[in-house]
């Protein structure tokens, strides 16, 4: 059976250490969180852009500070971030 690539990124980014001392009831539960912050993670999002305001991340409330110039109140957008350097998520400046 071939893995997906949601398998083998929960795989390397797991600590096996701890995932062994856990119960079954709490792997599954450490495994099923784990799927949905990678999905979350790489699933597009409009990053939050108001007039006279820095970009912020959606996910995490950071600002795009040391991303987008600001000149007289007026960011420059960062839209060749592809995901946020804070917290990677993916990001979706068009839609
Ligand atoms: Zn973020």
Not at 40 to 58: A, D, F, M, R
Not at 60 to 71: A, I, Q, S
Not at 80 to 85: F, G, H, K, N, Q
Request: with cysteine.
């Amino acid at each position: 059976m071939e893995q997906s690539i949601v398998d083998v990124l929960v795989d390397k980014i797991t600590n096996k250490k701890y995932l062994n001392s856990l119960s079954s009831d709490a792997k599954s539960h450490y495994n099923l969180g784990i799927r949905e912050a990678i999905i979350y993670l790489n699933k597009p999002i409009k990053p939050i852009t108001e007039h006279w305001q820095v970009s912020i991340c959606p996910t995490c409330d950071e600002g795009f500070y040391d991303y987008e110039e600001c000149n007289d109140g007026y960011y420059t957008r960062a839209y060749t971030l592809e995901r946020c350097p804070s917290c990677g998520q993916k990001l979706n400046w068009y839609d």
